[in-house]
């Protein structure tokens, strides 16, 4: 992973969702999903609610599908990405049809998909195009030679320490270079360092040597196994992936000279130098203990090593516009062997994921044009303002935070900002160059492209209206230093959303998602920020214990969860987004009452209002994945997977019992002093 343009963000999680586009929606009278917005037919009613919801609510939906071969995991995130795919698709091959102008979005946007689809050319290149790179890293002499590779805007490399742009968490108004521990091939360092994943371990080792011996390598063998021992000592340095949540931690804003002072064995200069870098006189460090271990490995390991670590980064960061060979060797073992994924996914569907990370913004205006409604945008802003009131009203009634800490809670809710649908105004792509057949080369001045977008940051007020996901999306995001929520328009879909679905569904569903992004704002990190992003404490010294106590209580419940068979769900790596889950349903279930302003629900189909609600929530968790994938997941992701954002949340909450008739002896069954309200 190469950090270099991360920003403090909660998302909704990656997974992702199912039926027609919201088009389809708005044209009739009727839901997308009959009768009412929910899959009655989906439901496994065998299972009782009380012992597995997650199963009642879709389990003969999960008995029906399966993971396709191309994918690690399969639901309705899944199906309404695979949606916004053919959608990216359709626009990205009518612009290359167009013959733009140069310099033209649709110019760069047809170019860039066409290149990527060039397999035959980029067979016919061979590793010419790769080949600058590759002697670059081959002439390293030096230590200081090989950070300015690491840190080069167009050196697609990793590295035991990354750096990135990001908005000063104590101070909104600006940016601030970071740096963070990285170089890792693995998802986590657990697999380096836990026995018990010795054999991918041993996996990736030979996906080395094999990748090596591509480039003629003779040595390959040795090198890898030289590069695998490389990796596991920088693992041995990383801070766990839990204790990297803690902001309290994780905010070190340092002077460059002390920095230098901290951890003198990196060669600085010549890291900040090569990043363009050089004239900023501080720096954030994420894993302030790290760095000086980081930086004296870095010193003791020989440059020869280096130059094998570097080469095989580059080649495999750039494998899917390198010949075939290469790109199913990196497939082999990062699709297969770790994920589980049987078929590499079609190279069009990869090509758009390429576009998308390229020239997101560019297709966001045609996407939106074709698949947004103006009224869905209208329908949000409702569901938002009633779960801002749903919200208020249970602030308001905590009995275990002060007047005073309630004070500032609510303000910082009414300060929340809500993004919806698409950006205010659209990012520019003037200066990046795409040009026909140079799959690699496009690659590569994108990366050069958005380093120089984001250190043009640097010395500016921070610019509020940016996004940091594309309409395209299907996801959503809460930015705890804006004090912002945001949905992009591929998220505001059936079954998420649908202007004609019974509002109960609308609200255990996308209100669910707007209950959680809002809900990232008072989890365990995003409420150390204030109303203007400002992280710090606002908190009485009692209701800081409090809150930490509830929290424990949720993390406690969740490390009881076994997905698979001895692996726990890691309590303190979720709560966060167990805290947004669980208060963003308690809210969401609010804003739906507020929004029957007094009556009451109507029962459709003998289905009671809170049980829509409930069965609204469940659907858009309908899902399968692999066990690789799970697993991945467990050790690496903060978000629980989906069974348990189902029936982990719901168990905590009075309404579901009375809805389903939920009585002890369930397996879910909590009692009342057990289940844990926090908002």
Known sequence: MNPR?????????????CGPSQTSSASSDKPVIPPWGFDLEGRDTAVKPGDDFFRYAGGAWMQKNQIPDDRTRWG????????????????????????????????????????????????????APAKPGLDKIAAAKTHEDIAAIIHAPDMTVDGPVALYISLDEKNPDRYVVNLTQSGLSLPDREYYLNKQYAEIVGQFRDHVERMLTLTGDTNAKANARTLVALETAIAQKHWEVAKRRDRDLTYNLLSVDDLKKRAPAYPWDAAMASGKLSAQKEINVNELTAMPALANLFKTTPVVTWRTYLTYHYLNSNASV?????????????????????????????AVTALNGALGEAVGPAYVEKHFPPEAKAKMDELVENLRKGYEKNIKALTWMSEDTKTVALEKLAAFRPKIGYPSKWRSYQGLEVKPGQAFANRERSTAF???????????????????????????????????????????????????????????AIGGVIGHEMGHGFDDQGAKSDAKGVLRNWWKKEDETAFKTLAAGLAGQYALFEPLPGLKINGQLTLGENIGDLGGLTVARE?????????????????????????????????????????????????????????????????????????????????????????
């Open 450 to 508: 958005e380093w120089q977008y984001e250190i043009d940051k640097l010395g500016k007020p921070s610019d509020r209206e940016i996004w940091h996901m594309t309409p395209q999306t299907v996801n959503a995001y809460y930015n705890s230093t804006f004090n912002e929520i945001v949905f992009p328009a591929a998220i505001l879909q059936s079954p998420f959303f649908d202007l004609n679905a019974d509002p109960a569904v609308n609200y255990g």
């Open 322 to 350: 390198l010949p075939k060979a290469f790109d199913d060797e990196s497939f082999a073992f990062y699709g297969k062997t770790l994920n589980g994924q049987p078929v590499q996914r079609d190279r069009w569907k990869r």
């Open 76 to 127: 309705v995130f899944d199906k309404l990405r695979a949606e916004a795919e053919e959608d990216v698709r359709v626009i990205a091959e009518e612009a290359a049809k167009q013959n733009m102008a140069p310099g033209t979005n649709e110019q760069k946007i047809g170019d860039y998909f066409n290149a990527f689809m060039d397999v035959d050319g980029i067979e016919k290149q061979g590793l």
């Open 5 to 17: 343009h991360l920003i403090c963000l909660a998302a909704l999680g990656a997974l992702a969702a």
């Open 591 to 679: 804003g739906y009452l507020i929004s029957l302003g007094g009556k009451s629900a109507p029962v459709l189909d003998g289905v009671t209002g809170d049980q829509r609600f409930f069965f609204g929530w469940a659907q858009v968790w309908r899902s399968l994945i692999r066990d690789a994938a799970l697993r991945n997941q467990i050790l690496s992701q903060p978000h629980s997977p989906a069974e348990y954002r189902v029936n982990g949340v719901v168990r905590n909450m009075d309404a579901w019992y009375d809805a389903f008739g939920v009585k002890e002896g369930d397996k879910l069954y909590l009692p009342p002093e057990k289940r844990v309200k926090i908002w």
